[in-house]
């Protein structure tokens, strides 16, 4: 999920129209950082991992069960101390899985008619399973954004009661100009979906839908939704049940407004002029679902490299990357296998190239290598592992993930996600500079906090470990940032999450050794060091590394 949210992409599209005419991959290097590392063995784990016979890795399946064997066999040939289940290289996680299917029962009751609806033709469910159930017709209750926020003294549920109710909110927040009201132009955790059903749940709702918002644009193609939607959702088994989630096309959500005090479109102007309002609608729900279920054990494979220091070494640094990817979904263009190449075979590939030169370096400190499944699914195998850690949270002195490789171009400047919020943001310039990189901020229309949320770095964040998530930034050997913007805005919006991430795709593995060197060096760096990152005063995250300290977990 090599996932660095973008603002505005059409904006940034108009700015900086796309040239497929000035792609060019190359593959020399001018710095010293990749000397070191072997560009060939970082292609041949790509290839192994994201060749078609392992059918894209979905968690749970055989492709994913092969990735894991081939992981543990390399861990075995470097001497990695196996630390999963019964000594073995792996840790199993019950999970449980489900798909909707076509027969499900979607119906809205007016005042005067009773409309079916169809499974992704006119919604799409993000939680499948019992839960789900409304056997019996619900009230609709439109609820604005779906926000409740004190901070921004917001509360879209003010005096009004959803309890036992379906509440219908909006895509997105509310508009602001004013960086200090839900950010500005920039995008706050209010915005999530997962976020909004949340706050739902905690008012007494029995299920939420989701509107499209035109002004928010992340909705508009309801073909790709459904792409993304097709796919199995899967659980930790002992996950919290969830409820009815859906999220409905355009033309239904004008249908829940009907015979309502206000239409949907003139929802759309109560918006424009930010004066948005709750009110029930005139209709109701009923849902019965059918799917198909299973209860599966997948892994995460696991292993330990002892530092030599007799204090130091029971202090441990936690080195990531998901090797999970989508499996195999609908068609595009006659392929049907999400190989899943830089998101994250690249990843992984990078994370073995680095071990095997850790291997070879004195270190103080331990290392936890961790590949963890489910990332794809919702950070299931990272979150397992910090329901069940090998070392206690407090021990654990950083998590560095690698969710993805560069694969553009050489680079001569890196950014640390989320290395702001502690002091890895000096490790991290300290080693840039040994490299000749400079490290750079995420451009503007980069969303740095959404970014740092949506891959397992945020896991292990919220466990109270300082945690970083390093990339290549946007000064490139041979691009200027203008083409190089474009070149990742045509990645991410025509290759990301589709089976177009495959091993025919150019890169330039001179690149992703840079990276790899990078994260060796500050890896070598902590690991060495007397002092460890620390969270900085305000973050979020210091309680929990504060409360983790103080009960020795």
């Known amino acids: 999920m090599r996932k660095i949210a973008l603002l505005h992409l059409s904006l940034l599209f108009i700015l900086f129209p796309v040239q497929l005419s000035q792609f060019r991959w190359l593959e020399k290097s ?15 784990h790509i290839q192994f991992l994201g060749h078609d016979s392992l059918k894209g890795r979905a968690t749970g399946s055989h492709g994913e069960f092969l990735a894991g064997q081939y992981i543990a066999k390399i861990m075995k040939t470097f001497n990695i101390i196996p630390i999963g289940d019964d000594k073995t290289y792996f840790q199993g996680i019950p999970m449980h899985g489900s798909k909707p299917l076509p027969e499900s029962s979607l119906q809205v009751f007016t005042q005067n008619e009773i409309i079916s609806l169809e499974l992704g033709k006119d919604y799409l469910l993000y939680k499948t399973g019992a839960q789900t159930f409304v056997p019996s017709p619900l009230e609709l209750i439109f609820i604005g954004y779906g926000i409740v926020a004190p901070e921004y003294d917001y509360n879209d549920y003010q005096n009004i009661d959803v309890k036992d109710k379906i509440v219908v909110y909006l895509a997105g927040e509310p508009l602001s100009t004013d960086s200090s009201y839900f950010r500005g132009d920039h995008l706050t955790i209010f915005s999530y979906p997962e976020t909004k059903q949340r706050i739902a749940v905690s008012r007494g709702a029995r ?4 509107l499209p918002n035109p002004r928010d644009g992340t909705m508009s193609d309801w073909d790709q939704m459904k792409r993304e939607f097709s796919f199995e959702d899967v659980t930790l088994a002992y996950a919290v049940a969830g409820h009815l989630s859906l999220v409905v096309s355009s033309k239904v959500a004008h249908l829940l407004f009907k015979q309502a005090d206000y239409s949907f479109t003139q929802v759309h102007r109560m918006e424009t002029a930010g004066s948005v309002k709750s009110f029930p609608l005139k209709s109701s729900i009923a849902f019965r679902g059918k799917f198909k279920n299973r209860d599966f ?15 130091l070494k029971d202090t441990y640094l936690l080195l990531s990357a998901h090797y999970d990817h989508l499996g195999v979904g609908p ?4 392929d049907s296998i999400y190989n899943g190449v830089i998101d994250n075979a690249s990843g992984v590939a990078g994370l073995l190239e680095i071990m095997k030169h850790l291997i070879q370096t004195e270190l103080k400190r331990s290392i936890i290598f961790l590949f963890v499944t489910g ?11 910090i329901d ?23 680079f001569k400047d890196v950014i640390g996600i989320g290395s702001k919020m502690s002091t890895l943001e000096n490790d991290l310039k300290t080693v840039a500079s040994d490299l000749d990189f400079f490290v750079s901020d995420l451009p503007p229309i980069f969303e740095e906090s959404e970014s740092f949320s949506k891959s397992d770095q945020i896991t292990f964040a919220r466990a109270g470990i300082p945690s970083v998530f390093v990339v290549e930034g946007f000064n490139y050997s041979n691009y200027s940032v203008e083409q190089a913007l474009n070149k990742w805005y045509f990645w991410q919006t025509n290759v990301y999450h589709t089976p177009f991430d495959d091993t025919n795709q150019p890169i ?14 500050l890896t070598v760096k902590i690991a060495n060091s007397e002092t460890v990152p620390q969270w900085k005063p305000g973050t979020e995250y210091i309680h929990a590394r504060l409360q983790s300290i103080a009960e020795k977990r």
């Open 375 to 385: 990332e794809e699914k919702g950070l299931l195998g990272s979150q397992y592992y």
């Open 388 to 410: 069940h850690p090998f070392a206690p949270h407090f021990k654990t002195v950083v998590n560095i993930n690698i969710d993805g490789l560069a694969f553009l171009d050489t």
């Open 207 to 210: 299920g939420s839908i989701l």
């Open 297 to 311: 054990i997948s892994r995460n494979v696991i292993g330990l490299l002892p530092g030599n220091d007799p204090l």
């Open 30 to 44: 001018n710095t010293k950082a990749a000397e070191n590392f072997s560009c060939q063995n970082i292609r041949s």
């Open 508 to 521: 330039n593995f001179q690149a992703a050794a840079q990276l790899c060197s990078l994260i060796f060096d």
């Open 331 to 334: 068609p595009v263009q006659s």
